[in-house]
């Protein structure tokens, strides 16, 4: 069973800021987009944002300018900056790792980390 570790939520008043971390094992980290989703309470969960390997980032609109994401290949880290914090910011966030395998894309999660944003 694959495992990502991510940490670094918490609660966090509006304009604030965070970082969050994801931990991976290096098989997959390397060979892999890797990514952070959220869930809001009732909501889908929805991409906040990816990182390739060679470092080239996609962000949601919602976050664009204030979410930063970044990768240290080295140590199979990713880290997402946070600033300018909202409350609609405010769900669980979780570590993807995605990666393809003879032509199928595999996802691998991490367990979430609530993020809280109180206005």
């Known amino acids: 069973q694959v495992q990502l570790v991510e940490s670094g939520g918490g609660l966090v008043q509006a304009g604030g800021s965070l970082r969050l971390s994801c931990a991976a094992p290096?098989?997959?980290?390397?060979?892999?987009?890797m990514g952070w989703y959220r869930q809001a309470p009732g909501k889908q969960r929805e991409l906040v944002a990816t990182?390739?390997?060679?470092?080239?980032?996609n962000y949601a609109d919602s976050v664009k300018g204030r979410f930063t994401i970044s990768r240290d290949n080295a140590n199979n880290l990713m880290n997402l900056e946070m600033n300018s914090l909202k409350p609609e910011d405010t769900a669980v966030y979780y570590c993807?790792?995605?990666?393809?395998?003879?032509?199928?894309?595999?996802?691998?999660w991490g367990q979430g980390t609530q993020v809280t944003v109180s206005s």
């Open positions: 993807n790792a995605a990666r393809l395998v003879n032509f199928i894309r595999n996802d691998y």
């Open positions: 990182i390739t390997g060679g470092g080239s980032t």
């Open positions: 290096g098989n997959i980290f390397s060979m892999s987009t």
